[in-house]
């Protein structure tokens, strides 16, 4: 897929890493050609047991400080964070995931969307997804004209009960931007895994393989295509 110097493209992700996983790839290709804008959802760690609440605070801290400096590495700039609570957006009304996405679309008015598969293990996922459908729902008015979703190692792969994440949407990346996408990971000191697991660098670089491999490149990224509208 080709960008215009003109594109300005949100992407709305979960957790801080998601938009590295997800797209960083695809992030750090466009950071020359496009105005880029990031949202992230979920704080990201308070799921986790045993934490206390100085402990939990301090560790939302450092993440947001990861996806600052892995921002820096992608060429974007830092992301918009909201606070909402990690693996329990369902606790949450919709509605104000919705109206999180409604004020960041309000303030790039995008015409590229990246998102969440549908398919996703992690509820927040899928209901980022969801989040994201009613935000930029095709109104006449809406500047969106593409909205595509893109896989997660570590949730889209290990779905085995949902439609798999099956990309028909290829964005080809250069070395250096999976290079980039590789360090921005590595900025997520309490995210990266080391192989085999699917968050390991060996397993990114493996992933960028097979999906250059997909569309006749040695490397690339896949997204599932929600919407596009043919002006």
């Keep these: 897929m080709t960008e215009a110097t003109e594109a300005r493209v949100l992407v709305v992700a979960a957790h801080p890493d998601d938009e590295v996983l997800g797209c960083g790839g695809t992030l750090a290709r466009l950071a020359r050609t496009s105005a880029v804008r990031v949202l992230i959802l979920g704080e990201g760690i308070t799921s ?3 934490l206390t609440e100085e402990q939990m605070a301090e560790q939302v801290a450092q993440l947001r400080r ?3 400096t892995a921002a820096v590495v992608l060429g974007v700039p830092t992301p918009t964070h909201r606070a909402f609570p990690d693996n329990a957006f369902d606790s949450v009304q919709l509605l104000r995931l ?3 996405v409604e004020a960041e679309v309000a303030a790039l008015a995008p015409t590229r969307v990246l ?3 549908a398919g ?3 509820v927040d996922h899928r209901l980022t997804r969801d989040a994201v459908e009613a935000a930029v729902r095709p109104l ?3 500047p969106v004209e593409t909205v595509l979703g893109f896989e997660v190692p570590s949730s889209s792969d290990w779905n085995v009960t949902r439609p798999r994440f099956a990309p028909n949407v290829f964005y080809a990346l250069l070395d250096h931007h999976v290079l ?3 360090d921005a990971m590595a900025c997520y000191r309490s995210e990266a895994r080391p192989a085999p697991h699917p968050r390991s660098e060996q397993n990114l670089r493996a992933l960028a393989r097979v999906r250059g491999g ?3 490149r040695e490397w690339a990224e896949g997204f599932e295509l929600v919407y596009q509208r043919v002006l």
Aim: aromatic residues 0%; hydrophobic residues 40%; glycine residues 8%.
């Design 66 to 68: 990861d996806a600052a």
């Design 48 to 50: 986790r047991a045993g």
């Design 120 to 122: 996703d293990v992690n």
């Design 214 to 216: 997909q569309c006749g």
């Design 115 to 117: 998102t969440h598969s």
């Design 180 to 182: 980039a996408k590789v």
């Design 140 to 142: 006449a008015t809406s």
């Design 98 to 100: 919705v109206h999180a």
